[in-house]
């Protein structure tokens, strides 16, 4: 009897689809690439290859578990990201809405103490010294280019215009 696969499961409040391996479908959490979501079968001895459908109840729990406490599952420190909290001084992985949440929490502290990543995010250019003369463009407006100038006839008396009246010198 082959086992019963669910189309659809909830894990850490993203849809997976289960007839994809759990390995790829983990990588639809935001904050978990596909070296951490590698890692993450590793260490709770998933099958990489194994249709998200076919996981259990305990499988799922572990997943979520495992995603809110890696330290408690041996993943190590350089792999979380988000390492010595400035707050806290604690190490820990952020997914979902919260990562969001303390990403923008943090630009918002970088603009407040005007440092020089935020100065650069509060005026929508790059942040990290990549080169802005030909990149960016969408920040800094369209490439005008070289505007020439319209063909101006040679240098002469225009055909239509009225001929002026000089001064009476010269004739009496």
């Not at 689809?17 to 998933?46: F, S, W």
Request: aromatic share 4%.
């Amino acid at each position: 009897m082959a086992k019963e696969v669910t189309q659809i499961i909830r894990v850490a409040n993203v849809d997976f689809d289960g007839t994809r391996p759990v390995q790829h479908e983990l990588t639809n959490i935001k904050g978990v690439g596909i070296n951490y979501a590698n890692l993450l079968c590793t260490v709770l001895g998933i099958p990489h290859t194994k249709p998200a459908g076919e996981l259990s109840e305990q499988e799922r729990a572990k997943i979520e578990d495992a995603l809110e406490h890696p330290t408690k599952y041996g993943v190590p420190v350089w792999m979380m990201n988000r390492r010595s909290d400035p707050e806290t001084g604690v190490s820990g992985h952020l997914v979902g809405s919260t990562l969001t949440f303390t990403r923008d929490n943090d630009i918002k502290l970088m603009r407040k103490i005007r440092s020089y990543k935020g100065v650069r995010h509060g005026m929508g250019l790059p942040v990290r010294g990549q080169s802005t003369k030909s990149n960016f463009r969408k920040n800094k407006g369209k490439v005008t280019g070289v505007i020439k100038k319209k063909d101006v006839p040679a240098a002469g008396p225009a055909k239509d215009a009225p001929k002026e009246k000089g001064s009476d010198k010269g004739k009496k």
